[in-house]
């Protein structure tokens, strides 16, 4: 049976700006640090998988001095780890209060596979409890009780490797040549097809300009034909989906035969 893995950030809903952001800066203030992410900033840490991880690049010897931080890396490793549960606690409050929105398309999609009978799952660096929150927001409980969730540090190396969808394809059972990622980004992209997966992109609010050579389709959402209609502007098609107003099923399925298609040929 195939399967249709879902990013989370960017991808289950638009995230990063309005919800990362702020609650990385608010534990930053609450911890006293003296540092707060502009924009442009934070679009540059999202080049670095994980949360912990971007927080860890603060740390150089000079901010460590100027915010009084312990020089043993232990004690360091325990100082970021209660910053980013200070920082899930404060994230998943802004995604509870619901004013961030799905991202188009995402409900339909993975209801329709639901129905068809399609594995489901999430993969993401994120920590699990902010997955969750974000999972819910975007299916629903009833829907999102269908869904397996990969995330956080299930995996030691974050996006661009591989492992996080290796781990998923792995515990699913499921054949990678059977499976469609959904990602917004250039590094779950290249996590997706490092683990063998056929790979479609959303772009989302910081990914837009970014190169996504290697996907089977780039669009700019899935799209949705209501309550507000938000076509899907197809960005690249190498594989010649040609998917219509909005990105169905069908369209993703289609993605995994082209995808086979030339490698199983034998002229």
């Not at 934070?42 to 931080?69: I, N, Q």
């Not at 250039?186 to 992109?201: M, Q």
């Not at 949705?224 to 099923?249: H, I």
Request: aromatic share 6%; hydrophobic share 40%; with cysteine.
């Amino acid at each position: 049976m195939p399967g249709l893995i879902f990013d989370c950030d960017g991808v289950l809903a638009d995230t990063e700006r309005d919800g990362h952001l702020p609650a990385f800066n608010q534990t930053f203030e609450e911890f006293g640090l003296p540092v707060r992410w502009s924009d442009a900033e934070y679009a540059e840490k999202l080049k670095v998988g994980g949360g912990k991880e971007r927080m860890r690049t603060l740390l150089t010897p000079d901010f460590v001095a100027a915010a009084g931080l312990p020089t043993d890396q232990e004690a360091l490793d325990e100082q970021v780890a209660r910053w980013h549960r200070r920082k899930t606690e404060i994230y998943t409050g802004i995604i509870r209060d619901g004013d961030i929105p799905p991202r188009p398309g995402v409900r339909r999609v993975a209801e329709e596979a639901h129905e068809a009978g399609w594995t489901l799952a999430v993969a993401s660096t994120s920590a699990e409890p902010s997955v969750r929150s974000v999972l819910e927001l975007a299916m629903g409980p009833e829907l999102t009780a269908g869904f397996s969730v990969f995330a956080g540090d299930v995996v030691q190396r974050k996006k661009p490797a591989p492992d996080i969808y290796a781990f998923a394809v792995d515990r699913l059972s499921l054949d990678p040549e059977h499976a469609v990622v959904i990602e917004d980004s250039r590094n779950g992209l290249l996590a997706a097809l490092g683990a063998g997966l056929t790979c479609a992109v959303t772009t989302s609010a910081y990914t837009g300009e970014e190169d996504f050579t290697g996907a089977s389709l780039v669009v700019t959402s899935l799209g949705d034909p209501a309550p507000r209609e938000v076509p899907a502007r197809v960005l690249s098609d190498p594989l010649g989906a040609r998917p219509g107003r909005w990105v169905v099923l069908a369209d993703l399925a289609a993605l995994l035969t082209a995808s086979a298609g030339p490698a199983s040929r034998t002229d």
